[in-house]
């Protein structure tokens, strides 16, 4: 299968890990920001194969793990009000909020369903002209491109019974937030390969420029993420860290203009409550005060009805902050299992702690 098979060869993938062995010298901690490079991660065993000084970490890079409670409360809300439809993708469905997870809410009798696409939402509403179609827009740059072409799409057909809560987040600020918290000591960033697509591998320069700290974006096949590793021994060795890409198929140094423009034109920056890591500004993007027709945080009054409150012994935030890892959770594989999650993390087909339920045997 070109652009799968070809980036999965052994050979290669010997004579990289060969070269990251023979040129590494020192102890590193190398943080994979993105969930989807954390599967990655563990499916090949990866870690594995790096030698016992590379330390490879997990980081925030999950959109349905780093959702805070509160925000997934107002989605609860938002699914109790008569005569509204919540749209999701299927990772939130089972996602436990302070008092339930939407998954409850549907066998309670609320109108929750799933959908792979906006457009799967837009049709919905169009079809039902007598619902108020909600769409749980969750997701970092990559997702929200999609969801602005919705609402441009819903407010060129006037259609008034569709709208988003946006609680959608960008990346950069985050990682400044870590890196400035500095609770672990990070050498090297594995950066974002489809946000890096929308986004530019340029968005990353803070990296190197004002943490000192080297970077690659990678792809999410077993040689880009190795290719990746190796781009960024080279930078730790050589004491001169930049910003390089392992995955220039799909990454341009300027990132996509259009889904820049669209983002632009649907949302604005404004800050945003990020799981086990609180607020942080500028690193949210609300709809426009032009499309508020479409935003549910203004269309709908949303009521919580009790104070947000965590899952009792669950280390998702210290998990999304690589303070902890899954193994240091009690509840890991007792009380907490894919089946019957208790925090986010497990949920998630990008969650660490799903990605180490599954591929435990690679740890
Ligand atoms: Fe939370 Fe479960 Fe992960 Fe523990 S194992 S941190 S309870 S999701």
Redesign the pocket.
């Known amino acids: 299968m070109k652009f799968a098979t070809e980036f999965r060869d052994s050979a290669l993938a010997k004579k990289l890990l060969d070269g990251i062995r023979r040129k590494s010298t020192r102890p590193a901690n190398i943080m994979e920001f993105c969930g989807g490079h954390t599967v990655a991660i563990f499916r090949y065993g990866l870690r594995d194969l790096l030698p016992p000084h590379l330390k490879l970490l997990s980081g925030p890079g999950c959109p349905v793990c780093v959702t805070s409670t509160a925000d997934l409360d107002k989605v609860m809300a938002l699914a109790r009000i008569p005569g509204v439809t919540i749209t999701t993708f299927g990772d939130l469905i089972k996602v436990p909020a302070s008092y339930g997870s939407l998954d409850r809410a549907r066998a309670a009798g609320a109108d929750v369903r799933t959908v792979y696409s906006t457009l799967d939402a837009l049709d919905i509403a169009r079809n039902n002209p007598g619902k108020k179609v909600v769409f749980v827009g969750i997701g970092f740059e990559t997702t929200a491109p999609t969801v602005a072409a919705a609402i441009l799409q819903a407010d060129a057909e006037k259609l008034q019974n569709f709208s988003v809560i946006s609680l959608h987040k960008v990346t950069p600020p985050v990682t400044r937030a870590l890196l400035d918290a500095g609770e672990v000591k990070i050498q090297g960033i594995i950066c974002p390969g489809h946000v890096s697509a929308i986004i530019g591998a340029d968005a990353w320069y803070f990296i190197p420029g004002r943490y000192g700290i080297a970077c690659a974006v990678s792809g999410f096949e077993p040689l880009d993420i190795l290719h990746c590793v190796d781009m960024i021994i080279d930078q730790i060795e050589s004491g001169a860290p930049r910003v390089q890409t392992a995955y220039s198929r799909a990454v341009r140094a300027e990132g996509n203009p259009q889904a820049l423009a669209m983002l632009d034109r649907v949302f604005e920056v404004a800050p945003a409550d990020w799981r086990g890591v609180g607020s942080i500004p500028e690193s949210g993007l609300a709809i426009r005060e032009e499309f508020a027709a479409h935003d549910a945080e203004k269309v709908f009054e949303i009521k919580l009805e009790r104070e947000p409150r965590e899952?009792a012994?669950?280390?998702?935030g210290?998990?999304i902050r690589a303070v902890?890892t899954?193994e240091d959770?009690?509840?890991?594989?007792k009380?907490?299992t894919p089946e019957n999650?208790?925090?986010?993390?497990?949920?998630s087909s990008e969650?660490?702690?799903a990605a180490?339920?599954h591929f435990a045997e690679a740890i």
């Open positions: 899952p012994g669950c280390l998702c210290e998990v902890k899954p959770c009690k509840l890991f594989r009380a907490c999650p208790v925090g986010p993390c497990m949920v969650g660490s702690c180490y339920y």
